[in-house]
């Protein structure tokens, strides 16, 4: 449809004819572009933890009932085998490490929810990488994890650990290493996911395990030969080790307790450093992340 004038010298106004193509320009992709993308996911995951208080508070349930519960009950059956170390002090970095975990899965599953609700599509059919918007819901759910450990290392004077600047700074950092790895992880498997209930039960089918494998719980020396093997394989393994050896070098403890409750991880009897502990992790982060990509690349 067209409007004129009969006016002379009157601005003529026209609109698309039947049949007419009508363009639509689509930005170029780029460096910017790509980074903007990212910002945007990473954003928004934080903006959801923000406006989700319940999710908040039940995240936390589960590690304040391992750390003061299950912690304060056996302390009385374990006070022979802890050298006069309290239980939660030896339990605590396992609890932060449980608390990242489960916070930074319940950050992955966002992915199955916007798949139900039909937001993903709008996602994927956007101007940017489909490695975009994994890398930016790998860091966004990272940094809600990370917020969520904070909350448990301001505990930890509740249970007999100082508050030593250096070692707060190394758990964090730690933290953060073990929420992107699980994070990635966590959207790898929700990537071929269609259904939260689906999600849930894998979710507890994978991650309850490797939790009580790690040697969250217990010491990871003596065990059977089974169990051992599998606490070797476990990835969680890596990132507890060493924050629990962050926190037993900022304790005074006697050589016994040491000895006993922080033996450390050893590969054919060789203690495997803490800084190659580290880069585990964020190797199998960056594994992952890559398999995560690779699939999300690939989905219709």
């Known amino acids: 449809m067209s409007t004129t004038t009969d006016r002379p010298g009157a601005e003529t106004a026209t609109g698309p004819t039947p049949g007419e193509i009508v363009r639509v320009t689509v930005p170029k992709r780029s460096v910017g572009s790509e980074l ?13 933890y923000r406006s989700d208080r319940l999710r908040m508070a039940t995240t936390l349930v589960q590690p304040l ?5 299950l912690g304060s009950g056996l302390q009385r059956l374990s006070s022979a085998g802890t050298h006069g170390v309290s239980l939660k002090t030896f339990i605590y970095p396992g609890i932060l490490c449980i ?7 319940f950050s992955a599953a966002s992915i199955v929810w916007d798949r139900e609700f039909g937001f993903l599509r709008e996602m994927m059919v956007a101007p940017v990488r489909r490695s975009s918007i994994v890398i930016g ?4 759910g990272a940094s809600v994890a990370g917020i969520q450990g904070v909350i448990v290392i301001c505990l930890a004077g509740l249970v007999g650990v100082p508050y030593a600047p250096l070692m707060i700074l190394g758990i ?3 933290q953060l290493l073990l929420a992107f790895s699980i994070t990635a992880f966590g959207v790898m498997i929700a990537i071929r996911i269609k259904q939260m209930q689906s999600f849930m039960g894998v979710m507890q089918m994978i ?5 009580f494998i790690s040697g969250a719980l217990f010491p990871p020396s ?18 507890v080790d060493p924050m629990r050896r962050l926190v037993f070098n900022h304790l005074s403890i006697s050589p016994a307790a040491r000895a006993a409750l922080d033996p450390g991880i050893t590969w054919w009897g060789w203690r495997v450093p803490s800084l190659l502990e580290a880069g585990m992790v964020v190797v199998l982060g960056l594994a992952m992340l890559g398999i995560a990509i690779w699939q999300f690349s690939r989905t219709e």
């Open 65 to 69: 009932l391992f750390l003061f519960v």
């Open 172 to 174: 964090f950092v730690l």
């Open 222 to 239: 003596g065990l059977p030969g089974w169990l051992a093997v599998l606490n070797r394989l476990d990835p969680l393994s890596y990132a």
């Open 99 to 105: 608390a990242v975990m489960f916070t930074a899965m």
């Open 36 to 48: 903007r993308a990212i910002k945007i996911v990473w954003r928004r995951e934080l903006i959801r």
């Open 137 to 140: 819901k790998c860091l966004g």
């Open 207 to 211: 991650v309850t395990p490797m939790f």
